[in-house]
């Protein structure tokens, strides 16, 4: 590539780089960025949850105000999760112990993460199950249930919208997380606190994870 | 001082003992996918995506206000504007946010002052994009500015808030100014007589 472009004058090139470093970033005087701060500075600190609900309430309204269904609205909730999931798979991996400090190669592997260090990382508490679809049909869908999604405690869903679960952003969290790994899926939230099992836990929600075929073919191929 | 040692007490208090807490980060990154997807959808005009901020944090405070009245069990009504602005920074960021901004540069009318905020939760891992513009026009945690407007309003005080600094912009702090333009007065049903 580089060899078959025009050769740059020295001039050229000098005044590029004048007019980069007058566009790049501005910092502080004490010359501090975000690449000064240690990543665990945040591990453990805590902020109230009613902010978070507050947030992520404004978040909700405003997405609705935007689309035309509920699948849409689902769609841009799962949007805007994923990017967190790309990012949370990386920070978590490099907090955890040495010894474990190595990417999923396995869907299991990689679901065990999810629902143990993701979900204890963002609600403080592992997943509730996680299972395999008993269907011959799909082996590639994977379901992780949460009995009280803390992103729903203080959501409520109109009558008319009751297909509406606002886990999808959550969903979209997990997509990314899989996405990152190398293990790309579609995944989607539904309620499913109806009937009898709905009388202990109303809210529950199941994620299904959706591989693609390839990474059912290739776990095959690997031998698990 | 006395109201300051007071307010920072209350804060404390309720931050310990009165709040549910989450992982900050999940508040941080919520925040931050709000932020881009207004940046999205506005195709980065920075000045609509701090009014779409501002917006949404007066609907917040408009709410917040109550949650804070409840939980920090203040009966009484602030003497003067610097008592409320002890208390917005001790206890309304500490109970929220776990941040006491510092209180400063009061003008002598007593009227106007600016919060310097050392810690910002919101802002951790933020790096605004280099398009050369976002860090002349993008106020990040515009939203503040909302919150405050819109829970003061609710205690009938009518403020005007904006950024003048922000860390995030290259500035060596973020300070925000607060005006008090006029305290509301109670509307008086008609009399029925």
Redesign the interface.
């Known amino acids: 590539m580089a060899s078959s472009q025009p050769i740059k004058s020295p001039m050229g090139s000098q005044s590029q780089n004048q007019r980069s470093s007058q566009q790049g970033l501005k910092y502080p005087s004490n010359g501090k960025t975000i690449y000064h701060r240690p990543l665990n500075r945040s591990r453990t600190q805590e902020l109230s949850q009613a902010s978070f609900a507050y947030l992520f309430g404004e978040m909700v309204s405003y997405a609705q105000k935007r689309v035309t269904g509920i699948q849409d609205l689902e769609k841009r909730l799962n949007n805007q999760g994923h990017p967190i999931g790309l990012k949370l798979l990386d920070l978590l991996l490099y907090r955890e112990p040495a010894r474990s400090q190595t990417r999923p190669l396995h869907i299991i592997a990689l679901l065990q993460f999810i629902t143990t260090t993701l979900w204890r990382h963002l609600f403080s508490r592992p997943a509730d199950a996680l299972e395999k679809s008993s269907n011959p049909d799909t082996p590639e869908e994977y379901m992780i249930s949460d009995n009280e999604p803390l992103v729903n405690q203080y959501i409520s869903v109109p009558k008319e919208m009751n297909q509406l679960n606002c886990a999808a952003y959550v969903a979209g969290i997990v997509e990314g997380c899989c996405d990152g790994a190398g293990f790309p899926a579609k995944v989607t939230a539904h309620s499913v606190g109806k009937g009898e099992e709905g009388e202990l836990w109303p809210g529950k929600t199941v994620f299904l994870v959706k591989f693609q075929d390839e990474v059912v073919e290739r776990e095959a191929f690997l031998g698990r | 001082m006395a109201s300051a040692s007071k307010a920072a007490r209350i804060g404390e208090e309720v931050?310990k003992s009165r709040?549910?807490?989450?992982?900050?980060?999940?508040?941080?990154?919520?925040?931050?996918?709000?932020v881009?997807?207004l940046c999205k959808?506005y195709e980065s005009d920075y000045v609509e995506v701090n009014k779409?901020l501002e917006k949404?944090g007066y609907?917040?405070g408009l709410?917040?206000i109550e949650?804070y009245l409840a939980k920090s069990n203040t009966m009484r009504r602030c003497t003067n504007f610097k008592e409320t602005a002890d208390m917005i920074s001790k206890v309304g960021f500490k109970?929220?946010?776990?941040i006491t901004p510092t209180i400063t540069n009061w003008t002598s009318d007593s009227k106007q002052f600016s919060l310097i905020f050392d810690e910002n939760?919101l802002a951790?891992?933020?790096?605004?994009p280099?398009d050369?513009r976002a860090?002349d026009e993008l106020w990040y945690s515009n939203i503040f500015c909302g919150v405050l407007r819109g829970a003061l309003e609710m205690a009938q005080m009518q403020v005007e808030a904006h950024f003048i600094s922000d860390?995030l912009?290259?500035?060596?702090s973020t300070e925000m100014r607060i005006t008090l333009i006029r305290y509301i007065d109670d509307e008086m049903p008609m009399e029925d007589d």
Do not use: C, H, S
Request: charged residues 25%.
């Open positions: 931050w709040v549910d807490k989450v992982n900050a980060e999940l508040v941080t990154l919520t925040y931050g996918t709000i881009a997807q959808d779409q949404m609907n917040i709410r917040l949650d109970i929220f946010l776990n939760p951790d891992f933020v790096e605004l280099d050369g860090q860390i912009r290259g500035n060596d």
